[in-house]
């Protein structure tokens, strides 16, 4: 074996799997042991929120199926499946917006705290229930300690 063979044998064997111990800039990879206890359970209110989202359109298309049932007589698929994709296509994606932010959250992510707000301001408008949950996010999230958490 020549000396070029053994330099990319032991060039390859240290490079297996492309890890060189280089992690990006920026981008938090692990989850600091200091979370606010109230930001998890934000956070764990988002995974639910996120789940409940990716299973909407199952009750939809359950539900429209069972309006044209009564109205019609029979179901016209062709319809069902067009407005159920549509509903697909929405529902998943508000639902991993919703894990992202659950992810950022934990990570004290600028970001996520945003995104959390502009989803408590629009969780007003989800009367009763989700207005009261939405004014005690809103109160959290803007109480000066943890604003400076979501700053560092």
Not at 41 to 66: D, N, R, T
Not at 81 to 97: D, E, K, M, P, R
């Amino acid at each position: 074996m020549t000396e070029e063979e053994k330099t990319a044998e032991k060039n390859t064997a240290e490079n297996k799997g492309m890890d060189m111990g280089v992690k990006p800039q920026g981008i938090p990879t692990e989850i600091p042991n200091n979370t606010p206890g109230g930001v998890v359970i934000i956070a764990i209110l988002y995974i639910i929120g996120g789940i409940m989202w990716l299973i909407y359109p199952f009750f939809y298309m359950w539900a429209l199926a069972g309006y044209f049932q009564n109205e019609l007589g029979y179901v016209p698929w062709a319809n069902v499946f067009l407005n159920t994709t549509c509903c697909w296509i929405g529902s998943w994606l508000i639902g991993f917006l919703y894990f992202g932010i659950a992810g950022g959250l934990m990570k004290g992510m600028k970001g996520a705290w945003l995104w959390a707000v502009i989803f408590a301001i629009i969780g007003l408008f989800n009367v009763p229930i989700g207005t009261i949950v939405s004014i005690i996010i809103l109160i959290y999230l803007f109480r000066p300690a943890i604003r400076n958490w979501f700053k560092n």
